[in-house]
């Protein structure tokens, strides 16, 4: 049976404290130490070269690194302003590009701001951005994951991605589970039926396969009443959420999910306990 797979999103204080310098050196330090996946971090936008991009893409595939993208956060699914909204197509079309190279099978999306328009209306403006960008890109086997977020502010409940991810089937559910512990005030994934009710959820919306394979974010994360303040690292006990629950819930639900840890600065650490906890459940 297919199992979970974990990795880092980025290069962390382990990585850079034995002396790595390049994440063309990533995959290789990866395999080393147990991991099997990496979604390359392009926040700030695209800065690689097609070379470069390529070669990281290679060493991946060499060491059997599952690769994965974050697209630049200035990316505006529902921005009010249409010139900025609709420009959101090119920097999508260029992030796939890039994930094209690098071999990645996803592409993550943050799925957009209501802060200073209702719910509604920012639901409807990313939809139409939404089929705009299904239409440009056409066919493509690459995944463009729109990804659960963590202020109150932003849309990206879980009920909501799943209605952006019905525009088109190019489009999958990408679920970070310390943002959504984060805007529901911690309260979001108490026990092991929390976290299995995600997967059924996106099972019976988007269809079973959607659930098997979903691309996931974790890390913990301090909140106020506003929602997400920061990423922290497994070391902190007052924030959640916890990841022992949801290895159990994998496990119980039969899925195999590819979880990529966000912690700040130990997430290749934190991804590497994960791992750790989940196939121990797995014997």
Same mark, same amino acid.
């Given at each position: 049976m297919k199992k979970a797979t974990f990795g880092p999103g980025g290069n962390g204080d382990w990585f850079y404290s034995e002396g790595k310098k390049s994440t063309l050196q990533t995959p290789g330090w990866l395999k080393e130490k147990g991991l099997d996946a990496f979604e390359y971090e392009a926040g700030n936008g695209i800065t690689g070269g097609e070379a470069t991009l390529s070669a990281i893409g290679e060493k991946a595939r060499e060491h059997g690194i599952l690769m994965s993208l974050h697209t630049p956060y200035f990316i505006s699914l529902s921005g009010v302003d249409p010139e900025k909204r609709l420009k959101s197509i090119e920097y999508i079309q260029k992030?796939? =590009?890039?994930?094209? #190279?690098?071999?990645?099978? @996803? *592409?993550?999306?943050?799925s957009g701001s209501a802060a200073k328009i209702s719910?509604?209306?920012?639901? @409807?403006?990313?939809?139409? @951005? #939404?089929?705009?960008v299904a239409e440009a890109v056409g066919e493509t086997s690459i995944r463009l994951g729109i990804e659960t977020m963590g202020k109150v502010n932003q849309l990206g409940t879980l009920e909501e991605v799943i209605e952006?991810?019905?525009?088109?089937?190019?489009?999958?559910?990408?679920?970070?589970? &310390?943002? #959504?512990?984060?805007?529901?005030? &911690?309260?979001?994934?108490?026990?092991?039926?929390?976290?299995?009710?995600?997967?059924?959820? *996106?099972? @019976?919306?988007?269809?079973?396969?959607?659930?098997?394979? #979903?691309?996931?974010?974790f890390s913990k994360i301090e909140y106020t009443g506003a929602g997400e303040k920061k990423h922290l690292t497994f070391a902190d006990?007052?924030? &959640?959420? =916890?990841?022992?629950?949801?290895?159990?819930?994998?496990?119980?639900? &039969?899925?195999?999910?590819r979880i990529i840890c966000e912690s700040a600065g130990t997430q290749a650490e934190d991804a590497l306990f994960m791992k750790d906890a989940y196939l121990a459940l797995c014997h």
């Open positions: 992030s796939l =590009w890039a994930a094209d #190279l690098l071999g990645a099978d @996803t *592409i993550v999306i943050h719910r509604e209306e920012a639901m @409807t403006l990313s939809k139409d @951005t #939404l089929e705009k952006q991810c019905k525009v088109s089937p190019v489009y999958s559910p990408v679920v970070d589970f &310390g943002h #959504l512990n984060a805007r529901n005030i &911690g309260g979001a994934f108490p026990d092991v039926d929390s976290y299995r009710r995600v997967f059924d959820l *996106i099972g @019976t919306e988007l269809g079973d396969s959607f659930a098997r394979d #979903l691309h996931c974010h006990e007052t924030f &959640g959420p =916890w990841f022992e629950p949801l290895a159990e819930a994998i496990v119980r639900e &039969g899925v195999a999910p």
